[in-house]
C-alpha cells in the first residue's frame, strides 16, 4: 500500500461547479499535510496547508481528518484556470516527506 | 519574494560528461531540497540540506552529488549519468528543516541525458 493515495482522475467539471478530492495516509504519526498544484511541465506551487481544524483560502477549503487518515480539498465556483494536477503531501518525522500521485482536474467551458 | 531560481532550464548530456545544477533562494529559508520528477509521476526527493548541512539522502546513486555552498544555494553535481536519469529537477526550499514546513519550488531544469 502507498504510504500517500490519491485517486489518479481525471476529474471533468463544469466551470461553476464544486469538486473535491481526497488523499488518503497510512503513516499516523504523519504531522503535516500540504495541497499543491502542478501544471503541465511547470513546477508545484504552494496551494495551502492543511490544519487539524480545518483551513480556507477563498474558493478553497481542506480538511484533516486523523481519525479516518485523510485530507481533502473542496473547490468551489471551479474556474478554468483551476484546472491542473493536484498533490498532496503529507510530511513525518520518521518517513519525511511523501507526496501523493496527483489528482488530475480538467475545467470544461 | 518567495522565488526560488534554477539555472539551466535545460540541460543535454552525455553520459560521460559532468555538468551541474545551481538553485538560489534569497528567503532566508534554511533548508533546501533536491527532487527528481519523471513524466506523469510526482516529485521523488533525493536530497535535503538543513542550515548548510546534508541531512536526508534518500539512497541516491553515487552519480549525483549535492553541494551548499552557502545558505542561498545548492548545487547538484552530474557525473556518468544513465539516460533513465532524463527527469526535471526541482529544487525548493522551506522555511525549518525536514519538510515539516511549505516548500516553494524552483521551474527546474529540465535533464536530457544522451
Known amino acids: 500500500r502507498k504510504e500517500v493515495e490519491q485517486d489518479p482522475g481525471p476529474f471533468n467539471v463544469p466551470e461553476g461547479a464544486t469538486v473535491a478530492f481526497n488523499c488518503t495516509y497510512s503513516?499516523?504519526?504523519?504531522?503535516?499535510f500540504f495541497w499543491y498544484r502542478q501544471d503541465c511541465r511547470k513546477e508545484p506551487k504552494l496551494l495551502m496547508s492543511?490544519?487539524?481544524s480545518g483551513n480556507e483560502d477563498g474558493r478553497f477549503t481542506a480538511q484533516l481528518n486523523r481519525a479516518s487518515q485523510y485530507i481533502s480539498l473542496l473547490i468551489r465556483d471551479s474556474k478554468l484556470s483551476d484546472s491542473a494536477t493536484y498533490l498532496c503531501v503529507a510530511y513525518s518525522s520518521a518517513s519525511k516527506i511523501i507526496f501523493g500521485s496527483g489528482t488530475r482536474l480538467s475545467i470544461r467551458p | 519574494d518567495t522565488e526560488v531560481t534554477q539555472t539551466p532550464k535545460h540541460l543535454v548530456m552525455g553520459m560521460t560528461n559532468k555538468k551541474s545544477l545551481k538553485c538560489e533562494q534569497h528567503m532566508g529559508h534554511r533548508a533546501m531540497y533536491w527532487y527528481k520528477q519523471k513524466a506523469k509521476k510526482p516529485p521523488e526527493l533525493m536530497f535535503v540540506y538543513s542550515y548548510e548541512k546534508l541531512s536526508i539522502n534518500e539512497s541516491v546513486p553515487s552519480r549525483f552529488s549535492p553541494e551548499c555552498p552557502n545558505s542561498s544555494l545548492l548545487n547538484l553535481h552530474l557525473h556518468a549519468l544513465q539516460p533513465e536519469d532524463s527527469a526535471l529537477y526541482l529544487c525548493?526550499?522551506?522555511?525549518?528543516?525536514?519538510?515539516?514546513?511549505?516548500?516553494?519550488f524552483g521551474p527546474g531544469t529540465r535533464l536530457t541525458v544522451t
Open positions: 492543511v490544519y487539524s
Open positions: 525548493a526550499s522551506s522555511q525549518s528543516s525536514g519538510g515539516a514546513d511549505e516548500q516553494y
Open positions: 503513516n499516523s504519526a504523519s504531522q503535516s
